[in-house]
């Protein structure tokens, strides 16, 4: 046996040889050299001589110990191909195909037009469970995050199954509710005790239930929120109880900490700063932004900051400015927001822009038009807007909508295109989640190319000069005087 002072010593040497290599190797651990094999080696011959000297030490030997054997060969599955050693190290940042994409690329061209999506809250109908639910949204906020899209409208198509008002705890209820049928007597009792031990302030497991669309729409706002400031605008709800499965969108906005970015996003805390404008939490670590006017704690806002602030000493100033500013400057994604509608008319009827969607495409097997088509271009818009259907699609939306007039059969007149996205599909159906992104990736390239890239100038009306004779101006007032003047000196 080694004495534990030997012990040290080696362990001493083995890592001063580890700092080396790593050293000789530029900063990376090496792996699957010659030299690592030889200290394997070297280790096993150790560890054999060792296992011999305790052999040998042992009077007689024990019964269960067998005396040392040679080395035997490394077996075939074990053994390092002598290729290996010659593909190259990985690099500093521990990716061997190069660094993971830190920023998103950016078209650099400025752009001033819009693309909505909206798509009914029926399609969570075909989800069992509430993680199959967020997984669905999760995909559609992705899908929506990759192609720009700068709206979601949620809408009701009045086609799901009506369920039943309550809270969330399912389980709970239905097996009260067994145990009401067996003993109503006891039934009645625990529902007296339950009622005089009920808190204040109810658990999340008592909050109403909430439909498909509010559902949908609380997803679609928690992607789409900054990650440090998802604890200031969403508590704790049954709805938001699997968000940590889903796949981060990965946004332009969602700045990292570290990260000089020109444009952020921020929450207006209570304190104020010396000048007194108001302080934004803007992700930067004990560093709020003093902004350029006093707004009202806890709204969210977009700031601008000077990225060479991020170097200096001190308070960091920024400016607030629209949402669509980095869009419109040079052509950044800033993501999307969301809005529920009560049916499809209303989709149309309370558009946030003004003039309403100047392109409105409409998505069918039944389309009189396909993204295959020699023909198919997309005319010049500001504000566009792709529509989805349900299970049924849209014509049986359409159906179930009384303010529009129209039977399904004739939807394709409600907008300016009737697109097939996907002529040649394999499946009977295409889900809505599926089609979401099929669409826009088909159609993707016709509306950049068609989208408006330059401000649009406004004209100031002129104001029109209405002369009476009732009130006479200053000029012919003067002018008066000074005729009744002339005439009295001739006079």
């Known amino acids: 046996m080694l004495d534990p002072e030997t012990r040290r010593k080696r362990k001493d040497e083995g890592r001063e040889k580890k700092r080396q290599r790593i050293q000789e190797s530029g900063g990376v651990r090496p792996r699957h050299t010659p030299s690592t094999e030889d200290d394997r080696s070297g280790k096993a011959s150790k560890k054999t001589q060792s296992a011999g000297s305790t052999a040998d030490g042992n009077k007689k030997g024990s019964p269960g110990l067998k005396p040392p054997t040679a080395t035997q060969p490394t077996p075939a599955y074990k053994r390092v191909p002598s290729s290996f050693n010659k593909r190259p190290m990985a690099s500093s940042s521990g990716h061997r195909f190069g660094r993971v994409m830190q920023t998103v690329p950016c078209r650099n061209k400025s752009r001033f037009s819009t693309l909505s999506i909206a798509l009914p809250g029926s399609v969570l109908s075909n989800c069992q469970t509430r993680e199959l639910r967020t997984l669905l949204v999760g995909q559609i906020a992705r899908a929506a995050t990759i192609y720009h899209v700068d709206e979601i409208v949620v809408f009701d198509d009045k086609l799901a199954a009506a369920k039943p008002s309550g809270g969330h705890g399912g389980w709970r209820q239905r097996n009260d509710r067994r145990r009401n049928i067996d003993n109503p007597k006891e039934a009645t009792e625990e529902k007296t005790e339950e009622k005089a031990e009920e808190p204040e302030h109810p658990q999340t ?206 939807s394709r007149k409600l907008f300016d295109v009737w697109l097939n996205t996907c002529p040649f599909q394999g499946s009977r159906t295409i889900r809505t989640e599926e089609a979401v992104l099929i669409s826009l990736s088909a159609v993707g390239p016709a509306l950049a190319k068609s989208a408006r890239t330059e401000e649009k100038i406004v004209e100031e009306p002129e104001e029109d000069i209405e002369f009476s004779d009732e009130s006479p101006s200053d000029e012919s007032s003067d002018d008066d005087d000074g005729s009744e003047e002339s005439s009295s000196n001739s006079d």
């Open 205 to 410: 497991d008592r909050l109403p239930r909430s439909n498909n669309q509010e559902f949908m729409a609380r997803v679609l706002q928690y992607c789409e929120c900054p990650q440090y400031l998802r604890r200031k605008f969403f508590p704790m709800h049954p709805d938001l109880q699997f968000t940590g499965l889903l796949a981060p969108v990965d946004a332009p906005h969602h700045v990292r900490a570290d990260d000089h970015s020109m444009f952020r996003e921020g929450a207006v805390v209570e304190k104020t700063s010396s000048d007194g404008g108001s302080l934004v939490n803007c992700g930067i670590r004990n560093r709020p932004v003093a902004i350029d006017r006093k707004l009202a704690p806890g709204i969210r806002c977009t700031v601008k900051i000077d990225p060479a602030a991020y170097g200096k000493v001190g308070p960091i100033k920024g400016t607030v400015v629209s949402p669509s500013a980095p869009r419109e400057q040079d052509g950044t994604y800033w993501g999307y927001t969301t809005r529920i509608a009560s049916s499809i008319n209303d989709v149309f009827d309370s558009c946030p822009f003004d003039g309403g969607y100047d392109l409105k495409i409409g998505t069918s097997e039944r389309g009189d038009m396909s993204t295959e088509d020699k023909k198919f271009s997309i005319p010049k818009y500001e504000h566009a807007l792709l529509v989805f259907g349900g299970v049924a699609g849209i014509e049986e939306c359409v159906d179930a909508d009384e303010a529009i007039k129209l039977p399904g059969a004739q």
